[in-house]
């Protein structure tokens, strides 16, 4: 059979068009007709591709997370809600959901998805703490903290991460995050006193200002020890008489700088 002279649909609705209309008002319609069909089409393989990410998130939290015993729901689930993958250079993106740190700019790293999981469930946050982050990085332990909590705080001392991260937390939707370009050993004064606080970089010692800024009954994470050896990963609590620390584990974390 020869279909070769059976009009197409869009050759039908031409031919019925009046005749009035112009060739170039005519141009202008398929034109116009022709973007908001592109608009309305998702690009090719973007579902697809959204569905392997959401899959390989699934997968992380199940294997690399839960296996190793944190338990705290809310955590799991930002875990599970986060896009690690938009969070790294595009020449990571396929490692993106693996069990390690990914390098960044500015020499710094992103860290494995186990180490942002348990440092946000050790720091034991709840939607109304108020939160200040210490190397906001690539953003994406912000993203964790800010599905879970209504204020996060965080700073970073590199300009170019700071303002990549902040863009990229505004363009997903992370409005509780507020960020800064800042030396993070000072903290963020303005807004404490914060519930808990996550240092996400190395130092030697317990830094006094965020100490200062920690309220009573409050929480710190940080890793401390020399900043080119293996540190220790240590919880430190703020009492009405004094300061506890615990000891987790052993972490490698990039060195705080600063005027420290």
């Known amino acids: ?28 319609v398929m034109v116009v007709a022709g973007m908001l069909l592109l608009v309305a089409l998702p690009p090719w393989g973007a579902s697809d591709d959204e569905a392997e990410y959401r899959r390989r998130r699934e997968s992380m939290v199940a294997r690399q997370i839960e296996n ?41 790293t992103i860290s494995q998805p186990y180490i942002v999981a348990l440092m946000t469930e050790l720091i034991e946050v709840s939607p109304s703490d108020r939160v200040l982050e210490v190397g906001t990085g690539s953003g994406y332990q912000s993203a964790v903290l800010g599905s879970i909590v209504d204020e996060v705080y965080t700073v970073e001392i590199y300009e170019e991460l700071g ?24 903290g963020w004064p303005k807004h404490a006193p914060f519930d808990a606080i996550m240092v996400t970089c190395a130092i030697d010692h317990i830094p006094p200002p965020l100490l200062e800024q920690l309220a009573v009954g409050g929480r710190m994470c940080l890793p401390l020890g020399h900043p080119f050896m293996v540190q220790r990963l240590v919880l430190v609590t703020k009492e009405e008489e004094g300061v506890k620390t615990r000891d987790i584990l052993p972490v490698g974390f990039v060195p705080m700088l600063g005027g420290h």
Request: proline share 9%.
């Open 1 to 28: 059979m020869n279909h070769g002279n059976i009009p197409c649909p869009w050759a039908l609705w031409m031919m019925n068009l009046p005749w009035r209309m112009s060739r170039a008002t005519l141009g202008l």
């Open 68 to 108: 190793r015993g944190v338990v705290d729901p809310e955590v799991l689930e930002a875990m599970r809600s986060v896009p690690r993958h938009l969070f790294v250079p595009p020449s990571e993106c396929r490692f993106a959901y693996e069990d390690r740190a990914l390098p960044i700019a500015c020499g710094q």
């Open 163 to 186: 303002r990549a991260a902040h863009q990229l937390l505004r363009e997903l939707g992370y409005t509780s995050v507020h960020t800064r370009v800042a030396d993070g050993y000072y």
